[in-house]
C-alpha cells in the first residue's frame, strides 16, 4: 500500500500532466484554469482514496512551485538527457521528471531526499508510463542528483 505522499505525487503528476494538455489546445489562456484542474484531479482521487490536509497543501505548494520554475526545471532535464529533445520526451514521462528534478533541486531535503524523490518517480513511471520509462527517468534524476550541487548530495 502506497503513503498518503505517493497519492500527493500521482495527483501531482496528473495535474501536471493534464495542464500541458490543457496549454496545447487553450494557447490563449493557458494558466486560466490551473487551480479549478488541480481541484478536479483531487476531487476525483477522493472519490476512491482518502486525501488529507496535509497532503492537500503539499500537492498544491509543489504543483505551484514547479509551475514557478518550469523553464530552469526543464532546462536541467535537458542538460541531463541531451539525446532527448524535451518535445520528444513523452508527455508523462516528462513529467514525472519535472517533478523528480523538483523535489532534488528545490524541494526541503530533510523532509525528502533524493534518493526517496527518485524511488518515487520510479514508481511513477512503473505505473504510468511505459516499459522503458523507470530507466529513463532513474537515469536522468540519478544524473541531477550527482551532478548538481544541493543538500541531498551533503554528507551529515
Known amino acids: 500500500m502506497f503513503s498518503q505522499r505517493h497519492l500527493a505525487r500521482e495527483i501531482i503528476l496528473q495535474a501536471l500532466f493534464a495542464k500541458d494538455f490543457v496549454r496545447r489546445i487553450c494557447v490563449e489562456q493557458p494558466d486560466a ?63 514525472i521528471l519535472r517533478l523528480g528534478t523538483y523535489e532534488i533541486l528545490y524541494g526541503d531535503c530533510q523532509e525528502v531526499p533524493a534518493v526517496v524523490a527518485i524511488n518515487e518517480a520510479i514508481e511513477l513511471a512503473k505505473t504510468f508510463g511505459n516499459e522503458s520509462s523507470p530507466k529513463f527517468v532513474n537515469a536522468v534524476l540519478n544524473a541531477i542528483m550527482n551532478k548538481e550541487k544541493s543538500c541531498q548530495n551533503d554528507n551529515p
Open 33 to 95: 484554469s490551473d487551480e479549478e484542474l488541480l481541484a478536479d484531479i483531487i476531487q476525483e482521487k477522493k472519490k476512491f482514496k482518502t486525501v488529507n490536509q496535509q497532503n492537500l497543501d503539499f500537492i498544491r505548494k509543489i504543483f505551484n512551485n514547479i509551475d514557478s520554475c518550469l523553464e530552469e526545471i526543464d532546462s536541467k532535464i535537458q542538460m541531463y538527457a541531451p539525446s532527448f529533445p524535451l518535445d520528444k520526451i513523452s508527455k508523462v514521462d516528462m513529467n
